[in-house]
């Protein structure tokens, strides 16, 4: 199992602002911050949880 003291709430922040926007550039834009900060926060949140949140496609993002 995990060690989850590496999460943030910034993290968490991040994942719904992209399952809501449906976008890891919307979600930037949403949260204030660019989109390479979303997209790291969601690798990190997917590697601490030791599962994958979101399917990316390049014309679409779905969560699982």
Known sequence: M???RNLTFEHLL???????TG????AAERRGVGKTT??????????????TLLVRTTRRISVT
């Open 38 to 51: 979303v997209s790291d926060s969601i690798q990190r949140l997917e590697l601490e949880l030791g599962a």
């Open 14 to 20: 991040n994942y719904i602002a992209v399952v809501e």
């Open 23 to 26: 976008s890891f550039t919307r």
């Open 2 to 4: 995990s060690d989850l």
